[in-house]
């Protein structure tokens, strides 16, 4: 009995190193271990051993001794199956993109809608306006008299039929102000047309974002801090602004904006023409005349507005130097505007 | 427009102040300064200095060897200048000194020594005068010893500041130094002084001047003054460097002094030679006529042009330019002195006509003050005899003032300033303001009365709000207390179309990668012609800058497709879209029926066409999905434009409203955009979008038992079938038990038979269907669909 004890641990010793797959050991598995195994017939031969606990303890232990080799083989197994598929893993590279190109806003678009994010945040409304308006809203309504050079064909397309393309957005103002009436907080972006011949700082197509605020006792002390306060939120920077008189018949009195040069920091640069300030925004006190001929009551209220050159703020946030390129659609320029 | 420093310090006392500041100052009060040029400041050490003896050179045909006497010694100097002679008088540059930034140093040309440099006035930079030196004596005052600075003389030290032309439109009075001078003594609060002017009604006793001012609608005011026995030819040496510092040109003295008073009060004035020009007459001429104004040019007049005559003859167009025959020459000792207010409107029709602009149109354009022509004519007198003693005045001062302005008076309290203003400005600061830029003030408590200086009352100050301004700018901007209002709170209601044309942006950007671009609103029929799309009368533009670009766009679609074809070298794929407005005619009322649109072409290479319009199919789904929750319909359409596909033109409906059309270019148009690629587009109305109601995302809870799906391959007309009404059929028909019918495939055989299999989901509320439970309901879903004409294939 001790002898086959013997013999079964050495034939299974050499054995053990030939065991290189899950057939193989299971076999061997079942040759050992199995109903009708080795160990199964030394149980059965234990019948006829005097020393039974003796035998019966060399029996268990040669059993425990195969279940633990052949547990300890398996799990190798395993493991080197799992490192040879890691080893024969196909190798991925990132780095090779194939060209699947995002789609693009157009940059006024991407302008358009910083600025209006200001606005929305301090409760303007954000208005749709025509392109197409009447010499009334145009002109008459912000208080262009008739002979005013701004009206003259070399500046305003004319149509056919009596209509014209709206040179700027103030034309929005008065249908605005008839709409809501006041108080009144609302911005109209829109295209505007001007009658000249483009170049690479001239367009007659182009883009504007009016605002006006009008309630009871607005004042310029009011108009300056909501002007820095917007244009601080647009540039995301504290921007220094300054007001110098303009003249535009529909505000009275009537300002030019500035804003401090941010590549010179106001020291004076080839881009701020040397003075540190850049001419951002005209802007004024809503004239009384064009109050009135939006049905606000001019001695209860009085308001502000100015208009923002989104083609120019575009030009400026981007770099883009040929203002021609916003219409051109090129997309070798249009494309590279993916997102804000 | 260039203002001299020097100018501005005769009228108002400007010693011990930072120029540089009170040009700052002037930006930030009155109109934006764009430059400062320092003039004089690269020249020194340039003396009187006379010349001993001149010798030719001996090697030189052009040189001159003179010996100079500069008052403490006598000097070598080389010269090339054609008009050296002895005993002239000379602006001599010392060793050390500069003359326009040169610096001079003792020199050896071509053999000898020059120890400075007698100057030409070109050379110093009072003028283009190049020809020779300055022969210096007859500008001298008596008694200059040699050796003065001629700095000490001459004012050649000035600070010159530009003003853009455009910031002074609605400020005829800041059109002369005087009136800046004005802004100057307000800003900085020291006094303003008078011009010197000669009194005019001392020659009331004179003959009249014969003037007939028979346009009177065009004409606010015509003066004359006749004056004889002048002498002087060139103008004082300091009257010329201001004007060429300023930006003209001195021409001869007569034509120098008008030009002089122009800049300083801000009044052209014209002068006619009284030997041709003896009496006035301002008409037009109904029939036209012809005319050569000074510069040599002939003009054509047409009837609309106000001129005056002398005697019938034109002699100059008003306000614009005189005439060449009655011009001032070098012979004229007399002359008809013209100040006179012409309409503004009228001239600037008048130069646009004529495409001829001068500075005395300018200054009419602005509408300047009539009362100016009569000041003007005192000042210019008042200079005339100051450098020419001998001249007299003939006859009296001829004044026709046809129009008068009225005169403005302005009432306003302190609460109006207050509302304005949000800061506290000091009663005394106001009427101090007011009072400093030539308004009458009077003050009774709160209230104060203004009247409007005639200078700013043709239309620049006609309201309360105007006096705000006034007292706002010279307060500063920069001084203000900035707070924010004191508005309610009030929630915003977003503008639909607005949000709307945003999202589909934001589609089309990310879920369909296309680009954005922008185009114009007129068509552009020369581009059309290429692709061979013919442009559709429209609404068009009278002025447009071409014909081709004259009708306005009837559909964003032309430009896409001209877009695509010029983009065709960018990539082998690409899409797209603007998001812009269209015309269609006009409405009843005779306005622009003006409609937002949404245009969308797909361009590739590599796909096929069906491909691209399946893609523009998605994308208009995704949209109406998106924005509406409504699913559209498709139907085959009849094409508006002749660019569409016949075949393949499909119109959008949701809710029985048309929405747009989808479609793939007419095989013309698509030959014309590119050989070989594939083009399919889409156009919505984004109006009916927003009139279109919102659907609710409406919950079905999802079935606790599993569904079953069935797919079914038919044959018949498959390019034809539309899964809208297959579903419609299979619904009617299947007890509420169909979830979905989708497309699964599209076979075509060799012979060209195509079956189409589509996948019917059936699902029940109660339990789990069975394939027998379910086979009648199958049946008679065939059975409604043949009478589509889709055939089970068997």
């Not at chain 2, 002048?230 to 021409?251: D, E, F, Q, V, W």
């Not at chain 2, 195509?754 to 509320?765: E, I, P």
Request: proline share 4%; glycine share 6%.
């Amino acid at each position: 009995m001790k002898e086959r004890i013997e013999e079964l641990k050495r034939s299974f010793t050499e054995k053990l190193p030939s065991l290189t797959d899950k057939e193989s050991l299971e076999a061997v598995r079942i040759a050992y271990l199995g109903k009708k195994g080795y160990i199964a017939e030394l149980m059965k031969g234990l019948r006829d051993v005097s020393d039974k606990k003796t035998a019966g303890q060399l029996i268990n232990d040669l059993k425990n001794e195969i279940e633990g080799a052949l547990g300890a083989r398996d799990e190798e197994l395993a493991s080197a199956a799992i490192e040879a598929q890691i080893r024969s893993a196909k190798k991925y590279n990132p780095t090779l993109i194939p060209e699947r190109e995002l789609g693009s806003y157009h940059p006024i678009t991407l302008a358009t809608r910083e600025v209006e994010a200001v606005f929305e945040r301090m409760g303007f409304t954000i208005e749709n306006y025509a392109e197409i308006v009447g010499d009334y809203e145009c002109f008459e309504a912000l208080n262009i008299p008739k002979h005013h050079p701004a009206r003259d064909m070399q500046d305003t397309y004319y149509l056919d039929n009596g209509q014209l393309l709206k040179t700027h957005t103030s034309a929005a103002q008065n249908s605005i102000m008839k709409k809501y009436g006041a108080p009144l907080r609302a911005i109209f972006p829109g295209r505007c047309f001007r009658n000249e011949s483009t170049d690479a700082c001239h367009e007659n197509t182009f883009f504007q974002m009016e605002g006006m605020m009008i309630d009871e006792n607005i004042s310029i002390s009011n108009l300056i801090y909501f002007m820095k306060t917007m244009l601080s939120e647009v540039f995301n920077r504290d921007v220094k602004v300054r007001l110098r008189p303009g003249f535009f018949p529909f505000v009275e009195p009537g300002f030019e904006l500035d804003i401090n040069c941010e590549i010179c920091g106001g020291d004076g640069c080839p881009s701020c023409k040397n003075s540190g300030w850049l001419e951002l925004c005209p802007c004024g006190m809503i004239h009384p005349a064009v109050l009135r001929e939006g049905g606000i009551d001019t001695e209860k209220y009085t308001g502000f507005a100015f208009g923002l050159g989104l083609t120019r703020l575009a030009m400026m946030k981007y770099g883009v130097k040929d203002i021609r390129d916003f219409n051109s659609g090129s997309l070798k320029s249009l494309s590279q505007f993916k997102s804000i | 427009m260039f203002l001299s420093m020097n100018w501005i310090s005769d009228f108002v006392d400007l010693s011990g102040l930072d120029r540089r500041a009170l040009i700052h100052n002037f930006t930030l009060s009155t109109a934006e300064v764009e430059d400062i040029i320092i003039k004089g400041e690269d020249t020194y050490g340039v003396i009187v200095a006379k010349i001993l003896t001149v010798e030719n050179h001996p090697n030189s045909k052009k040189l001159h060897l003179l010996k100079v006497d500069t008052g403490s010694g006598v000097v070598d100097i080389v010269c090339g200048a054609p008009n050296v002679r002895e005993g002239m008088l000379v602006a001599l540059a010392t060793d050390g000194g500069a003359v326009s930034g040169h610096k001079i140093t003792p020199a050896t040309i071509a053999g000898y020594t020059s120890y400075g440099m007698c100057c030409s006035e070109s050379e110093l930079g009072i003028s283009d005068d190049n020809s020779g030196i300055w022969d210096i004596e007859k500008d001298l005052p008596e008694g200059v010893a040699l050796g003065t600075d001629i700095k000490d003389i001459f004012d050649i030290d000035d600070i010159i500041f530009e003003v853009d032309n455009k910031s002074l439109t609605n400020r005829p009075d800041l059109w002369g130094h005087y009136g800046i001078a004005r802004e100057f003594a307000t800003i900085t609060g020291r006094e303003l002084k008078a011009p010197d002017t000669v009194d005019l009604s001392a020659y009331d006793g004179l003959p009249t001047v014969a003037v007939d001012v028979r346009a009177t609608d065009l004409v606010w005011r015509y003066s004359a003054i006749k004056v004889d026995n002048i002498l002087r030819k060139t103008s004082p040496a300091n009257m010329r460097i201001r004007l060429y510092y300023c930006g003209s040109r001195a021409i001869n003295f007569l034509a120098d002094l008008t030009n002089y008073v122009m800049m300083e009060e801000g009044q052209p004035m014209h002068a006619f030679d009284l030997k041709r020009v003896d009496k006035i007459e301002v008409q037009t001429f109904p029939m036209g006529t012809k005319f050569t104004t000074l510069d040599g040019e002939e003009r054509n007049i047409d009837d609309k042009m106000l001129m005056i005559t002398s005697g019938d003859e034109p002699v100059a167009i008003a306000g614009v330019m005189g005439g060449d025959a009655s011009k001032i020459e070098d012979d004229t000792t007399s002359l008809l002195l013209e100040s006179a207010t012409f309409d503004g409107v009228s001239v600037r029709k008048t130069t646009t006509r004529l495409g001829l602009r001068t500075d005395a149109s300018q200054r009419y354009e602005k509408m300047l003050d009539p009362e100016l022509c009569r000041t003007a004519t005192a000042r210019l007198l008042a200079l005339l005899f100051e450098y020419d003693k001998d001249a007299t005045v003939i006859s009296r001062f001829e004044d026709v003032y046809v129009n008068k302005y009225p005169t403005i008076t302005l009432e306003f309290d302190r609460r109006y300033v207050d509302r304005y203003t949000g800061i506290d400005i000091p009663d005394e600061t106001i009427v101090k303001t007011l009072r400093g830029l030539g308004f009458t003030v009077s003050q009774s408590g709160d209230s104060f009365t203004v009247t409007v200086p005639s200078w700013r009352a043709t239309k620049d100050v006609t309201i309360k709000a105007d006096i705000i301004e006034e007292i706002t700018r010279i307060y500063g901007y920069d001084n203000f207390n900035v707070c924010t209002s004191s508005m309610a709170l009030v929630p915003v209601r977003p503008e639909t179309l607005k949000t709307d044309e945003d999202r589909m942006k934001d589609i089309l950007v990310k879920s369909y990668r296309m680009h954005e671009v922008h185009s114009y609103i007129w068509s552009d029929s020369a581009k059309n012609a290429e692709l061979g799309i013919d442009t559709p009368k429209n609404v068009s533009i009278i002025n447009a800058q071409t014909p081709d670009h004259a009708h306005l766009r009837v559909s964003m679609i032309p430009t896409l497709l001209a877009f695509a074809k010029e983009n065709r070298g960018y990539k082998p794929d690409f899409a797209i879209f603007e998001l812009g407005h269209t015309v269609e005619g006009l409405r009843d009322d005779g306005t622009c029926l003006e409609l937002h649109k949404l245009g969308a072409v797909l361009y590739s290479k590599t796909r096929q066409e069906e491909s691209l319009f399946l893609e523009c199919r998605d994308a208009v789904l995704e949209i109406c999905e998106d924005i509406l929750h409504k699913t559209p319909t498709f139907s085959q359409g009849d094409c508006d434009f002749d660019f569409e596909h016949p075949a393949n033109t499909f119109d959008v409906f949701v809710d029985g409203v048309r929405v747009g059309y989808i479609s793939v270019p007419h095989p013309s148009v698509l030959a014309n955009i590119d050989k070989k690629c594939a083009v399919a587009f889409f156009e919505l109305s984004t109006e009916a979008f927003a009139g279109a109601p919102a659907g609710r995302n409406a919950y079905v809870q999802p079935s606790k038992f599993p569904g079953l799906d069935i797919d079914l391959t038919f044959l018949g007309d498959v390019p034809s079938v539309r899964l809208t009404a297959v579903r419609k059929a299979a619904e009617a028909v299947s007890e509420g038990l169909l979830s979905s019918v989708s497309f699964k495939d599209i076979y075509t055989d060799d012979e060209g038979v195509s079956a189409l299999t589509l996948r019917f989901s059936f699902v029940s509320q109660e339990k789990t269907l069975s394939k027998q439970e379910l086979a009648p309901v199958v049946n008679a879903v065939t059975g409604e669909l043949e009478k589509l004409g889709l055939v089970m294939k068997a």
